[in-house]
């Protein structure tokens, strides 16, 4: 990304991190719904009622995770990127320069 400001690297964290959140669950949704269909066990509590529970989860928990963390990573990076001070300060004649429509010496 050389070459990018820090505000064009941070449009493409942001883009990255809604591409590979969309991706995954667009991903998901695109299967049929037979794939999905999860075979349930039913226990019977010690009140007598039935429950009914999954016997295994149809989405991975890794989904979940890189939904909440690629977003987080992203706005930090975005944000360490587009907050932070420059290092060094414009000489104030190259300021007044480039400001009056000239160029840099």
């Not at 987080?72 to 007044?96: C, F, H, I, K, M």
Request: glycine share 8%.
């Amino acid at each position: 990304m050389k070459g990018f400001t820090d505000r064009e690297k941070a449009i493409v964290a942001w883009a990255l991190a809604v591409g590979i959140v969309v991706g995954l669950w667009a991903g998901l949704f695109m299967l049929p719904a037979e794939a999905l269909d999860v075979p349930t066990d039913q226990r019977e509590t010690s009140y007598g009622e039935t429950v009914e529970r999954a016997v295994y989860l149809p989405v991975p928990r890794i989904f979940f995770a890189v939904t909440v963390t690629a977003p987080v990573l992203a706005g930090w990076y975005s944000y360490s990127r587009l907050w932070t001070e420059p290092s060094e300060e414009p000489d104030e004649d190259v300021q007044n320069a480039v400001s009056d429509g000239g160029s840099e010496p």
